[in-house]
């Protein structure tokens, strides 16, 4: 999966102390036996004591149907994606961004639109930011830098988080 140019740069900060400011995770879904018609609503939230997830990508087997699955995603109330999970979702040519704190978690919604029972699994890949120190500290790594890239995250960071 291509990772945009904002989230590689924020790989790249360390702490003063020398250890890694966010760290990359992911997350796996597998559904081995789909039954058709039906539909499976899944809360992405925080593990242990992050302060908040950066989604980056999602991304689906390539053994899973094309357009058997129609699916939405949201995160803060609002719909990033609604619609058919088609091949460009194979191929990693979705990318947006989503933000997951406590109070917000992300909601996926996934039906089996076929008649035949399918597999379904997806990938979310995401970078991690442990505390709000370090969230104070991205946000000000990414105003130093002054991409169009890293000023749209930054501009989403800030709304997403209620900072002035």
């Excluded at 790989?11 to 789909?34: A, E, H, P």
């Excluded at 939230?45 to 990508?57: E, P």
């Amino acid at each position: 999966m291509r990772v945009p140019d904002s989230i590689a740069y924020l790989l790249s900060l360390r702490r003063s102390s020398g250890g890694l400011l966010v760290y990359q995770g992911g997350n796996q879904t597998i559904i081995n036996l789909f039954p058709p018609n039906t539909s499976i609503v899944l809360t992405f939230s925080l593990l242990g004591n992050d302060y908040m997830y950066i989604v980056y990508g999602f991304y689906l087997d390539p053994s899973v149907v094309p357009n058997a699955f129609y699916g939405w995603a949201s995160y803060f109330g609002n719909k990033v994606y609604e619609g058919q999970l088609n091949t460009a979702f194979m191929t990693y040519e979705i990318e947006s961004l989503a933000f997951v704190s406590a109070a917000e978690p992300g909601q996926f919604e996934i039906r089996n639109v076929s008649p035949l029972v399918q597999y379904y699994a997806g990938f979310v890949y995401f970078v991690a930011i442990a505390s709000k120190e370090d969230f104070d500290t991205v946000l000000a790594a990414l105003k130093d830098v002054g991409t169009v890239e890293t000023n749209r995250l930054l501009k989403q960071l800030v709304e997403a988080s209620g900072v002035t």
